[in-house]
């Protein structure tokens, strides 16, 4: 029985030898000593949809004073970086993280607009897919242009769901040009193919209008021309009603 009490004895060594070995391999002295190797900034969902891009957000983190790269990584602040970030007016979302090649991470939501603002009292602002106003900048996107009498509250409660369902669809997407919308809350639609204005009525049951509207394009205009009524209302349900030029 000794040799088998010797055997376990000398398992007993050599897993501790391993442990210690492991232990200090994953924290070497160095670890303290690590620098940042870059910083990698990723723009969740692309950032064709937004405003901004990764070299924006360095910027922003520039202007902040926050130069990461060659910092220890000791002295960086994650959750510091990421309030910072989440104050801008066109992030959502930040997410900091370090990675084991010693690269700072940052992964932002940005806030996405979907119908750009200018009403009859001059003001000009982008609306995102919520409905909560972002502010004019530097930054471009082609969007749909609404004009006439809208309000924060209208641009809220009934642009923005209606520019999102347009964005939802291809054909919608790249048809509309223009909202309008009259003094009483009704919608006038400028569409890029056609010499005519659509008429929506008020802001209810859009997606069912636009569906009729897209049939008529398909199964109407097509035949009939593209060009031969100034004015199609699909303001009530079941019917289409034209106006010729």
Sequence with gaps: MNWKKALLIAADVILGVYLLLAVTAFNKPDDAAAVCQDVVVSIKGGDAEGFLTAADVKKMLKADHIALKGLPLSEINTREIEEKLQAKELIDEAQCYVTQNNNVCIDIHQRIPVVRVMN??????????????????????????????????YA?????????????????????????ILADGSVEL?????????????????????????????????QAGWNKYERISVEFDNQIICKRK
């Design 190 to 222: 400028v569409p890029r193919v056609g010499d005519h204005i659509v008429y929506l009525g008020q802001p209810i049951g859009i997606q069912r209008k636009l569906e009729r509207m897209k049939k008529f394009y398909i199964y109407g205009l097509s």
């Design 120 to 153: 009859d009292r001059g003001d000009d602002y982008y609306v995102d897919i919520n409905g909560k106003p972002l502010p004019r900048s530097e930054y471009s996107c082609n969007l749909i242009v609404a004009t006439g009498h809208i309000t924060p509250a």
């Design 156 to 180: 809220e409660r009934s642009l923005a769901p209606m520019a999102n369902v347009m964005r939802s669809d291809k054909f919608w997407r790249n048809q509309v040009v223009q909202l309008n």
